[in-house]
Every structure is written in structure tokens, then in C-alpha cells.
């Protein structure tokens, strides 16, 4: 179990839409990836009911991210410290205007809600921070 603080709010880079970027660092290394403490409930008066209850307890330290991963013994701390590089890579402050990986996000979030145009800028190469370069998929949804 690994968990480090960052000092901007991170939530919704690190989940990226529709929770997929998330759903991809977790994927990639076999490892869980919890957004916890306070702030990490989008709905505020929620969290404020859960505040105090067992399970919850995290709710009183700041944001920050968990990783946990259950794995055989000799690959756990490669796949651990793969995760929080991949994090960490993630979470580096970069100028709004040379944010390539926001750009990736919002062509995706695009394409998820078939919005995307083929005029749209067209990004070059792989700029996602994960070793493999995994087709976007369509989230399933109830409709």
C-alpha cells in the first residue's frame, strides 16, 4: 500500500471521463487506485453524513490517493511502484496551453458522447503516460 498527497486538486485528471483513466492505470498494473479523504465524494452533503462513520474515517485527512494491489509477493512492489509512476506522471502541473494528456481526455470524452468531429485536432503519437497504447472503449451504459 503506497499513498502520497499532491497539492492541486487532482480527482478529475485522475479519473478522466467517465472514470476511464482510472479504470486504465488500474488495468495496467494490476493495482487498486482509491481517491480518498476530503473532497473525494462529489457530493458534499453526502461525505458530510459519512464523516465519522466506520470506513469513512479517511474523510478527516486531506485528499490523497491509495494504491493497493493484491498480488504474488515478487511482483507486487514493481506493480505498486509502476502505479505510482504512472500517477505521478498524471499529476505533474503542466501549462493549461501545452496539456497534451487534457487534450487526450477531452477528445475522449468527446468521442464517448459522439460528439467528436474528424476536424478536430488530431493528436500524433502515444501521450498517454501508460506503457501500452489500449483502444478508447465505449462505457457501457443502461440505455
Known amino acids: ?7 492541486f486538486n487532482f480527482v ?11 479504470k486504465r492505470v488500474e488495468a495496467t498494473t494490476g493495482c487498486r487506485v482509491f481517491i480518498r479523504g476530503k473532497g473525494s465524494i462529489k457530493d458534499f452533503d453526502k461525505e458530510e453524513l459519512l ?8 474523510l478527516n485527512e ?21 502505479a505510482q509512476e504512472i500517477i505521478e506522471e498524471l499529476l505533474k502541473p503542466v501549462d493549461e496551453s501545452q496539456d497534451i494528456y487534457k487534450r487526450q ?9 459522439s460528439s467528436f468531429r474528424e476536424e ?15 483502444m478508447i472503449k465505449r ?5
Not at 500500500?1 to 497539492?7: H, P, R, Y
Open 105 to 113: 481526455q477531452l477528445r475522449e470524452l468527446a468521442m464517448l458522447n
Open 62 to 82: 486531506p485528499l490523497h490517493i491509495l494504491i493497493e494491489a493484491e498480488l504474488p509477493v515478487n511482483v507486487v512492489e514493481l506493480r505498486l511502484r509502476q
Open 51 to 58: 464523516r465519522g462513520r466506520p470506513g469513512f474515517e479517511h
Open 12 to 22: 478529475g485528471r485522475l479519473l478522466g471521463p467517465r472514470g476511464n483513466s482510472l
Open 120 to 134: 478536430s485536432p488530431q493528436l500524433s503519437g502515444s501521450l498517454s503516460p501508460f506503457t501500452s497504447n489500449e
Open 139 to 143: 462505457a457501457k451504459t443502461d440505455q
Open 1 to 7: 500500500m503506497k499513498k502520497f498527497l499532491v497539492s
